[in-house]
């Protein structure tokens, strides 16, 4: 029997109301920096910067990945970063270094035109995210330029791995992303620190 009148817009309705179903909440993360207690006491004599760093283009956008054993990339839409991951590994290498290096000014890519440079880590990321069991990664290719665009630091490949509490803990594995970032950052702070002239030379 037909619908009346009446009845047609009744089931439009329900059909509706029953393809709105309540989603999961979107849970937000941030990255975090290497804690410092350092506080300049004078004027910085060389300047850092931090970039370009070629990223893979599944890291310009703000959801978790993470990658299962059969090779799958899982992007993960209710668990985000509060920032685009790529735009986030600038931010947190340039205040981790900032932490580590005295008497030094680090930026972050992109630079102004008024950027005068005296150092550049430049590279390439080919991994930043998750393994299925939790374990966090980042792979990385980079060496450090002079003004002149000599290499001071020859590029290297590095892999760095920090496991986080279980798979699925997502604060944990925040925590972990982070650390390799820290481990990374120390390693480039090392390397400038060896090829920086002393402030009293």
């Not at 004599?45 to 990339?73: E, F, K």
């Not at 991994?127 to 990664?137: K, L, P, S």
Request: net charge negative.
């Amino acid at each position: 029997m037909m619908p009346t009148r009446w009845q047609a817009p009744t089931v439009l309705l329900v059909l509706a109301l029953g393809g709105c179903g309540s989603s999961p909440p979107v849970s937000y993360y941030d990255l975090e920096a290497l804690e410092s207690d350092y506080v300049a006491v004078g004027e910085a004599y060389m300047t850092v910067g931090v970039g370009p760093l070629r990223t893979p283009d599944h890291l310009s956008r703000s959801q978790i990945v993470t990658r299962r054993s059969d090779a799958t990339v899982v992007v993960d839409d209710f668990h985000r970063w509060v920032e685009p991951v790529d735009d986030a590994i600038y931010r947190i290498v340039s205040e981790n270094l900032d932490s580590l290096i005295d008497d030094a000014v680090v930026v972050a890519f992109p630079y102004t035109h008024m950027a005068d440079l005296d150092y550049q880590l430049i590279g390439r990321v080919s991994r930043f995210d998750a393994d299925q069991d939790g374990t966090a990664v980042l792979q990385i290719q980079w060496g450090i330029i002079s003004s002149r665009d000599e290499f001071l630091v020859q590029p290297k490949r590095a892999r760095y791995e920090v496991k986080a509490a279980k798979a699925g803990d997502y604060p944990a594995l925040a925590r972990a992303m982070s650390e390799v970032l820290q481990q990374f950052s120390r390693d480039v702070a090392k390397s400038l620190q060896g090829v920086m002239p002393r402030a009293d030379d």
